[in-house]
């Protein structure tokens, strides 16, 4: 009886120290939760950010705000190194919208027009891959779109390199003609 009784009183030593740790270990996870709400609330309340794809997104619109889109756009390339951030398209759409907003407070006798509406144009297909219902982000391809048309009979930039009418295979040893 004396075993069972000492088997039965580690027993809930043990059961007592793993609900001790997992207290702690969850309390700590929510303290670092709320911390993370905190800045997103208000990422201009502090100095540094944390390294997480929704505090590099909120921090992100607050320097849009504040007229700072490079820093914005270093923020959202951030979040885009979470692969499994859920809000990935809406992060590419961020990033083209900031890009395509350069874009159009420029001449179009600026250089830099046509490689900001390249990559907005980018950041709206990489957002409706992953989104597709995203409709907001196609309204805005279709506005990139006008200004910078992607015609292939306009731009020679399209042109396919032509296959001669005979085709060889090759092997180390030989060569076969084809018809």
Do not use: C
């Amino acid at each position: 009886m004396s075993k069972v009784l000492s088997f039965v009183h580690w027993m809930l030593i043990f059961v007592i120290i793993a609900s001790v740790v997992w207290l702690i270990s969850t309390a700590a996870l929510g303290w670092q939760q709320e911390q993370l709400n905190r800045y997103i609330a208000d990422p201009s309340l502090h100095e540094a950010t944390p390294d997480n794809p929704r505090a590099y997104s909120a921090k992100a619109a607050q320097l849009v705000k504040d007229m700072e889109t490079e820093k914005a756009l270093e923020n959202l390339t951030l979040a885009l190194g979470f692969s499994n951030y859920q809000a990935l398209p809406e992060v590419y759409y961020n990033r083209g919208n900031i890009n395509l907003r350069k874009a159009l407070s420029m001449s179009s006798a600026d250089g830099r027009l046509l490689p900001l509406i390249e990559l907005a144009k980018q950041d709206y297909r990489s957002a409706l891959q992953l989104n597709a219902d995203l409709w907001e982000a196609r309204y805005n391809l279709e506005v990139a779109l006008r200004i910078v048309p992607e015609d292939p009979d306009l731009e020679s930039d399209f042109e396919k390199n032509e296959i001669s009418s005979q085709r060889s295979i090759e092997s180390k040893a030989f060569k076969i003609d084809l018809p």
